[in-house]
């Protein structure tokens, strides 16, 4: 009776923003073609109820944990604050970029540092806890920093708090930028279990690459082209979740390559750290192989499940998964299934001669591409 109607009512009250470069789409992640598309007003698909009521509960999520913060002994303040992150060119005029802070929260020593609460889904929380880095939010705060030291020179360090909406687990950034250096470090990051951790992880130019890449932006939205696409294919989340999504990849067809063409200078030092990666990797893996193949005797010799000892454990755990079993079906129903499917292959490796053959360099696809 009332299931099925907060979607749709979700969806009939959206209102699209007029898009511009803002702190939040600024970070290295976001697609550069996909901001192209919102550059253009490209008709994109209607985002589905479902998607938009996600997002509201993530304000909402966010709402409360400042209603938390408030009763701890923080003092938070400065709440959506508007400030001015910079300026870049767009639409053929300087403009400036504005952000809104969640606030400034002041410790018992009287220390301000800003704040930014993010409310995620359980999957990118994961990924966090285990070692990503959320650079887009990096970026975000960076910006938020900029505009926020024009009022407060003092200001250098932020908090950026997220919650994991499905479990309410938070993960705790204490990050310090050097705006003289455009340098961010990832002072400590805390989790609601009680763990720390000073990775002291350094970003550097966070700042200056968004300001470089809002340039690119304007320079395709004036001249109607696209930026290359910066995945493979359309099979993962970044393409999944893009109202483009259609218009990007329809009738898309691989170009075949052919030709050489001279390396840019800054993939050079890249190649040469996959080489030496792989010089190392090879015999690595072989070792690895025979170490985890004798321990795997040793289980089924002794017939025990797990051996321990000396601060190690090795466990041996079985799973199944799910096969077709080609040999059950009729043959001509195997080679009707049957589709080719390109598999690309790369290999990078030393060489001693250098062939130089004219080619083009990547050029933006024209906007009908
Ligand atoms: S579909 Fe993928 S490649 Fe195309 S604009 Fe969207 S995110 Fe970028």
């Known amino acids: 009776m009332l299931a099925e109607l907060i979607h749709p009512i979700a969806a009939m009250d959206h209102r699209e923003w007029e898009f511009r470069p803002r702190p939040s789409n600024g970070g290295p992640d976001t697609c550069l073609r996909k901001l192209t598309y919102q550059a253009f007003e490209a008709p994109q698909k209607n985002q589905h109820g479902r998607f938009l009521v996600v997002l509201d509960d993530s304000s909402w999520h966010e709402e409360l944990v400042v209603q938390w913060l408030e009763r701890t002994v923080f003092h938070l303040h400065s709440r959506q604050l508007r400030i001015a992150c910079g300026t870049t060119i767009w639409k053929g005029h300087r403009q400036t970029i504005n952000g809104q802070i969640d606030g400034i929260i002041t410790d018992l020593f009287g220390t301000d540092r800003l704040l930014e609460i993010k409310a995620i889904e359980h999957f990118t929380f994961q990924r966090y806890e285990d070692g990503t880095y959320p650079t887009n939010y990096f970026t975000q705060v960076v910006f938020y920093i900029v505009g926020v030291l024009t009022l407060n020179p003092e200001l250098r360090e932020a908090l950026l708090l997220i919650k994991n909406k499905n479990q ?10 050097h705006p003289e250096e455009d340098r961010l470090t990832v002072v400590e990051i805390t989790h609601s279990n009680g763990t720390h951790t000073f990775p002291n992880q350094e970003f550097i130019g966070l700042y200056r690459q968004a300001l470089a890449r809002f340039a690119v932006l304007e320079t395709h939205r004036e001249a109607g082209s696209l930026p290359i696409r910066p995945y493979i294919d359309a099979n993962n989340f970044h393409c999944d979740y893009c109202p483009f999504r259609k218009l990007c990849w329809e009738g898309f067809t ?93 290999s990078i490796r030393k060489i001693h001669t250098t062939k130089h053959v004219e080619s083009a360099t990547d050029t933006p696809t024209a906007l009908a591409s």
């Open 168 to 177: 309410s687990a938070f993960l705790e950034y204490r990050l310090r930028y």
């Open 254 to 346: 691989r170009i075949p390559l052919a030709g050489q063409q001279p390396m840019r200078a800054e993939l050079i030092p890249l190649a040469q750290e996959f080489v030496d990666i792989d010089d190392r990797l090879g015999p690595l893996e072989k070792r690895w192989k025979e170490i985890k193949q004798q321990f795997q005797l040793e289980l089924r010799a002794t017939g025990r499940q797990s051996l321990y000892g000396g601060g190690y454990a090795v466990d041996s755990t079985v799973s199944s998964q799910n096969r077709l079993d080609e040999s059950l079906l009729p043959t001509a129903l195997v080679a009707r299934s049957k589709r080719p499917r390109p598999i690309e292959k790369i």
